[in-house]
């Protein structure tokens, strides 16, 4: 299907029952039909996937960017962890649209941030994919730490990962929640998305780090030859027989 159809489709009146015949959002409501896709629709699942996010949160006052850039690495985590038995925090909330259509709340997109719809942030009691209700700033890195340490010592093999952006990440308590992390060793995964959005400019030497780093020979060299070999896996057989889970 192309993607002026699937515009076609899901700018209709009814565009959610028509969305469902779109093969592949129509059929991950859950991240379990998710992880069911084969790999190789995953790239035009995430076309559909920001198209429809653009359509949905249209019709309300929702915040677009920071869940537009998340498409991919949204797929990606609820494809190759096990959720929500592994757990994913995500920082703020804004980032985590694409993971609130991913898990079931796909036809109450339109009704984000309106009265008795979705929270415009993950909220515990809306779904059991949404590990924290989050609003503030910083908090992920912290939390995950304390999830991690209990799943360590409930020794069931569970993950926990924690995204955070690359203004929330300046804040005290991310950097004391690095700290702790990095003494004690805990089996945790940190991402780092670094969009370059904030309220307000980042300032600050670890926001000048990080735009050397994204800037510098070494980065992009890794990032391109990365895209080579990745592309060259997704086309090869053995790579798409490969176990889902870590």
Request: glycine share 8%.
């Amino acid at each position: 299907m192309s993607w002026n159809e699937i515009t076609k489709l899901i700018s209709a009146n009814n565009y959610d029952s028509e969305y469902l015949k779109i093969p592949n959002i129509g059929a991950s409501n859950t991240p379990d039909e998710l992880r069911a896709l084969p790999r190789e629709t995953l790239p035009t699942l995430c076309d559909e996937l920001r198209t429809y996010l653009l359509n949905s949160v249209s019709q309300s006052s929702g915040h677009l960017a920071s869940g537009l850039g998340t498409v991919e690495l949204t797929v990606a985590l609820h494809y190759v962890y096990n959720t929500p038995f592994d757990q994913l925090i995500w920082d703020v909330g804004h980032q985590a649209y694409p993971h609130k259509i991913l898990t079931g709340r796909r036809e109450q997109m339109p009704t984000i941030r309106q009265k008795d719809g979705l929270h415009p942030f993950p909220w515990r009691g809306e779904s059991e994919y949404d590990v924290l209700s989050v609003g503030h700033s910083s908090t992920s890195i912290s939390a995950a730490l304390g999830i991690a340490i209990g799943a360590q010592k409930e020794a069931k093999g569970r993950k926990v990962v924690s995204v955070i952006g690359d203004g929330a990440i300046t804040a005290g308590m991310a950097f004391e929640a690095m700290n702790h992390a990095g003494d004690v060793h805990t089996d945790m995964l940190v991402i780092l998305n670094d969009n370059e959005m904030s309220i307000s400019e980042n300032v600050g030497a670890l926001n000048n780090h990080l735009a050397q780093v994204l800037s510098g020979s070494l980065y992009t060299t890794l990032r391109e030859g990365g895209k080579k070999v990745l592309s060259g896996l997704l086309q090869s057989k053995s790579w798409q027989n490969a176990p889902k889970s870590i």
